[in-house]
């Protein structure tokens, strides 16, 4: 299973962008997927939850974004969204899309990273 996510950027504090990670091979294989994120420059490990959806569609969101980011999913595509709204300069990041191993908790598999930037 692959996970290929898109749509990063640089915007101006107030903005909107929209991620996108679509999933291709065994997507059977994959429980929850969410977006994590972490300061340019780091590693990925310790990134930060941003959103989540579990596999009956609840949505989970980090504190940072409540109110302001929406994540969706189009099963029919394998593909989740992550809609960003009014961004702030402390939202520029390295953004990731990770899926958790169904049957395997705690197990995951990323994508790789798209940086978001939001500055004036």
């Known amino acids: 299973v692959q996970l290929q996510a898109s749509g990063g950027g640089l915007v101006q504090p107030g903005g909107s962008l929209r991620l996108s990670c679509s999933a291709s091979?065994?997507?059977?294989?994959?429980?929850?997927m969410g977006w994590y994120r972490q300061d340019p420059g780091e590693e990925r490990e310790g990134a930060r939850l941003?959103?989540?959806?579990?596999?009956?569609?609840?949505?989970i969101y980090g504190d940072p974004v409540k109110g302001r980011f929406t994540i969706s999913r189009d099963s029919a595509k394998n593909t989740i969204y992550l809609q960003m709204d009014n961004l702030k300069v402390d939202d520029t990041a390295v953004y990731y899309c990770?899926?958790?191993?169904?049957?395997?908790?705690?197990?995951?598999?990323w994508g790789r990273g798209t940086l978001v930037t939001v500055s004036s």
């Open positions: 990770s899926a958790e191993l169904r049957g395997s908790p705690g197990n995951y598999i």
């Open positions: 941003v959103a989540a959806l579990t596999s009956y569609d609840l949505p």
């Open positions: 091979g065994n997507t059977l294989m994959l429980d929850s």
